[in-house]
């Protein structure tokens, strides 16, 4: 028995039509039209304890509304879900003692008061007893590194530092199981790893159960043995890393500018020519067939050579590598093709 | 209860860390005591029509709407000082996300939504004002200000201010339904002032609104007709029984709309 | 000149949608008046009962009788909510975030297009407002006998539309502080608070007595409320419309010169600081 089980979770949303336009506003003031939205069509997993499972998925997959549901915060439109022997949404007090759950780009810290402030505040609410407070303050204080910083008012605090305080505060109780909702979203490189950096040794240390959901593979690849692919509600798949991860990030985009037009022919020559004129399949002149843009899916091995032959045998003014969009990783591995080039 | 002692050892510091976040915004320290000073000026100023009609109103002399101003006033102060910003402040936790936050959290969150934010400029202009035109008041009346007399007052000041807290939530329950709730708040913030003149100047009818259905007049026309010693039995009664009764109903309107909320939010 | 007008009418638009989509926030606004009008009522009610002191039913308190005083009630909360503004906010906003530099840029002055936004808000709102009004005035009619001669309303027409300008331009002036203060807090809502008292907006000036009543008289902010009520109500009339409305008039244009004024150093004063 898991500490965290699900059964047949799900989650419909509805909402208004929103109209254009002047006309549109008018019609609204009389009538609306009313939609539904399928967020969560239905997930069942189990997670033991001590276990760090990433759920990635495209922006709207329903990573968000299903860590919501496990943390008491929203119903389930059907399903079951047990955290800690607890139904969340009924919110027990024992329950709430001993989870937590930090969402990016979300604070719960006073703004105008320095971090220790409201991490004194988090002392009472969680009833945490003096001693232990310092010792967990003292441990996440030394792993981040943030020892000057307790006295600075968090608005003045840059948007990875503040990040750290808010996990901070959120760990002070040390949490049996912790929800990390897209936690290292508009960080800088260094803050990302510093608080996948913690998040590891604290699970290593007190056995901290995370679920952690983001929509960038590297947050779930440093921290996480396991992955849960969700997309469009449903989850497409489950296990070890290293199943998604040769699917997922075997290929790359690579997008060339050039300064003169090449002709289709020559392009096409090279192989796995995604788009011809770019993403936006601009600059194209479809009578000669030459272009000033194209787009070309290439093997992650392969990045190199191929880099090197197009610069050297092209007229390349810009090129740029980039990473499949997940929809897309997510939808070949739906299809369970496994095209390595 | 534990419970108890933990939310009041709680509101003591949510009260000290408030006291310094506003003084780390000056201007809006002063301007806000301003601005209380001047919705002060246009509550006394019902005062002003009352002595410069010279009349009695309803069988109450002007010092008697002084006294009743002035409880008004100092019933503002805990309305407006202590939890009333947070009503109109509802939407905005809903939105950012900090209300999902705080459910999540071993503390009440009724009590964390309500009573988080509140602001010592006010609580202080209003208090000082109120209390300093009750003594006028009341001492111009001949002083009846008897140790009783003024602990009873008190008590049914504390109760009216219990029945405007609960008041006030009712209708916010609302907001996990309605998008923007300060317009909602704003509304019940007009509702306020009813209890600007003595609630003998509304009709029988009116009045057994006021006191029994929607008891506006329990916050303030109650602890004034005790200090002037013009209160009936059935008010007394009503008076102390009312804030337990309608803290209940408050209560019950918030955990529906909490169920509300999870249960429809997009 | 077509494609001049095309602009601002766009700003009008823009603001007609915006009033259009708030429209939950109007309706609440509107009952928010609601209560000054009952609790007036009952307080005037009072004051003019038989047996309070009071004489005859030509009894007139404040210069007011009371069929006088219940009109002036209802149509003056209802004015005051007719010429209320808002857009201070916004102005203080782009005066802050530097915002306004988009305005510099482009060809369309900052002033016609505020003022172009507010009269399309305005629009929606006076529409509904209008309804309203007329409505209490038949209530009013059946309760107190009261009638407005169809020169009072035309009177009162050119009144209401010199106060939305007067208290556009006044609400402009206070938004421009922007410029010098860096916080204002809320000064805004405490200024707000004031000029509508000495607007006639909470009672009519005369309940100030007569010392302070005759010194706010002379201040432009009546004509904003006090002034159009009046006119409706019936108490102007004749040559002391026609000089009221020169009156309101002749402030406005003196308020249209000061807000150019400080327009222009706040602007100076903007560009210098590089927001």
């Known amino acids: 028995m898991g500490i965290i089980e699900v059964k047949g979770l799900k989650r419909d949303f509805s909402y208004y039509e929103k109209a254009e336009g002047l006309s549109g506003s008018l019609r609204n003031l009389v009538h609306r039209k009313k939609l539904v939205r399928e967020a969560v069509k239905g997930v069942s997993f189990s997670i033991r304890e001590g276990e760090m499972v990433g759920f990635l998925g495209p922006n709207g997959a329903g990573k968000t509304t299903t860590l919501k549901m496990l943390s008491g915060i929203m119903h389930p439109s059907s399903g079951e879900a047990l955290v800690l022997g607890h139904v969340p949404w009924l919110r027990k007090k024992d329950f709430r003692m001993r989870i937590s759950i930090v969402m990016g780009q979300r604070s719960q810290l006073w703004p ?18 003096r001693r232990d407070y310092e010792r967990s303050l003292g441990e996440l204080v030394e792993l981040f590194g943030i020892k000057e910083l307790l006295g600075v008012q968090v608005r003045r605090l840059s948007l990875g530092e503040r990040m750290k305080m808010e996990i901070t505060a959120a760990l002070l109780h040390r949490p049996a199981v912790l929800f990390l909702d897209e936690p290292t979203i508009g960080l800088d490189l260094l803050s990302q790893r510093a608080i996948r950096e913690l998040v590891r ?55 060339l500018l050039f300064s003169a037009p090449v002709p289709l022919s020559e392009l096409e020559a090279y192989g796995g020519l995604r788009v011809l004129g770019g993403a936006s399949g601009g600059s194209q002149d479809a009578q000669a067939a030459v272009s000033l843009e194209a787009t070309f899916d290439v093997a992650r091995s392969q990045v190199r050579d191929f880099s090197r032959r197009v610069l050297g045998e092209l007229p390349v003014a810009d090129l740029t590598i980039e990473e499949v969009p997940l929809e897309e990783g997510i939808a070949r591995l739906y299809r369970g093709g496994n095209d390595h080039g | 209860m534990r419970e108890i002692r933990k939310h009041f050892r709680i509101y003591l510091s949510l009260v000290r860390m408030n006291v310094m976040s506003q003084m ?7 301007t806000g005591i301003l601005m209380e000073l001047g919705y002060l000026a246009v509550k006394i100023l019902y005062v002003v029509v009352a002595f410069g009609a010279g009349r009695s109103i309803a069988g109450f002399t002007p010092d008697e709407m002084l006294v009743f101003v002035g ?16 009503f109109f402040q509802l939407s905005t936790l809903v939105k950012d996300g900090s209300f999902d936050t705080l459910m999540t959290k071993p503390i009440s969150l009724q009590f964390m939504a309500t009573l988080r934010r509140c602001d010592i400029g006010i609580f202080l202009v209003d208090s000082t004002a109120g209390i300093a035109m009750t003594l006028v008041g009341l001492s111009r009346l001949s002083g009846q200000l008897d140790a009783w007399r003024l602990l009873g007052y008190v008590f049914f000041l504390l109760c009216g201010s219990a029945v405007g807290y609960a008041l006030y939530l009712i209708p916010q329950s609302l907001v996990f ?4 709730a300060r317009a909602i708040a704003g509304v019940s913030d007009s509702f306020w002032d009813f209890n600007n003149v003595p609630m003998i100047v509304y009709d029988r009818l009116g009045q057994a609104l006021g006191s029994y259905v929607l008891p506006m007049f329990v916050i303030t026309s109650f602890p004034s007709l005790f200090a002037l010693g013009r209160m009936t039995g059935a008010q007394l009664v009503w008076g102390a029984l009312a804030p337990a009764v309608f803290l209940a109903l408050a209560r019950f309107a918030w955990t529906r709309g909490i169920r509300n909320y999870s249960s429809s939010s997009g | 000149m077509a494609e001049a007008g095309g602009k601002y009418l766009g700003s009008f638009s823009l603001g007609l949608r915006g009033a259009l989509e708030y429209r939950a926030n109007f309706v609440f606004s509107l009952l928010g008046a609601v209560a000054p009008v009952v609790i007036q009522t009952a307080l005037w009610t009072c004051l003019y009962a038989p047996g309070s002191g009071a004489g005859s039913s030509g009894d007139r308190l404040f210069g007011f009788t009371y069929a006088q005083m219940l009109g ?13 503004t808002g857009f201070e906010y916004d102005l203080n906003d782009d005066i802050k975030s530097g915002g306004l530099d988009r305005f510099l840029v482009k060809p369309i002055d900052y002033f016609g297009f505020r003022m172009a936004q507010f009269a399309g808000a305005k629009s929606a709102e006076t529409a509904f407002m209008g309804l309203t009004l007329a409505i209490a005035l038949v209530v009013l009619s059946a309760a107190t006998g009261f009638s407005a001669s169809h020169l009072a309303a035309l009177g009162f027409v050119a009144a209401l539309a010199l106060a939305f300008f007067l208290n556009f331009l006044v609400f402009w002036c206070v938004g421009l502080l922007g410029f010098w203060l860096a916080e204002i807090g809320f000064l805004f809502e405490a200024a707000r608070i004031v000029i509508i008292t000495a607007s006639g907006g ?12 005759s010194a706010l008289a002379v201040l432009p902010f009546r004509f904003t409320i006090q002034f159009p009520t009046d006119v409706l109500c019936g108490r102007v009339a004749g040559a002391d419309l026609a000089w009221g409305l020169a009156a309101a008039a002749a402030w406005s244009g003196l308020l249209l010169v000061l807000a150019r004024a400080i327009w222009a150093a706040g602007l100076r004063r903007f560009v210098a600081l590089g927001s």
């Open chain 3, 202 to 213: 909470i009672f009519p000036l005369s309940v100030f007595g007569p010392s302070v009543g």
């Open chain 1, 201 to 255: 040794t604290l699970n290593e240390r007190h056995g901290t159960t995370v679920m952690l959901t983001s929509h960038y593979l590297s947050d779930i690849e440093e921290l996480c043995g396991r992955v849960v692919l969700i997309n469009r509600g449903e989850i497409v798949y489950d296990g070890p890393l290293a199943g998604v991860n040769a699917t997922l990030a075997d290929r790359k985009v690579v997008r």
């Open chain 2, 71 to 86: 409880t008004f006033v100092t019933a503002t102060a805990f309305y407006a000082g202590m939890y009333m910003m947070n």
């Open chain 1, 112 to 129: 105008d008061l320095p971090a220790v402030e409201s991490f004194n505040l988090n002392r009472e609410i969680y009833e945490i007893g």
């Open chain 2, 177 to 180: 339904r309605v998008v923007d």
């Open chain 2, 24 to 30: 780390e915004y000056r201007a809006n320290f002063v």
């Open chain 3, 72 to 84: 002036y009630v209802v149509v003056a909360n209802i004015v005051s909510r007719l010429v209320r």
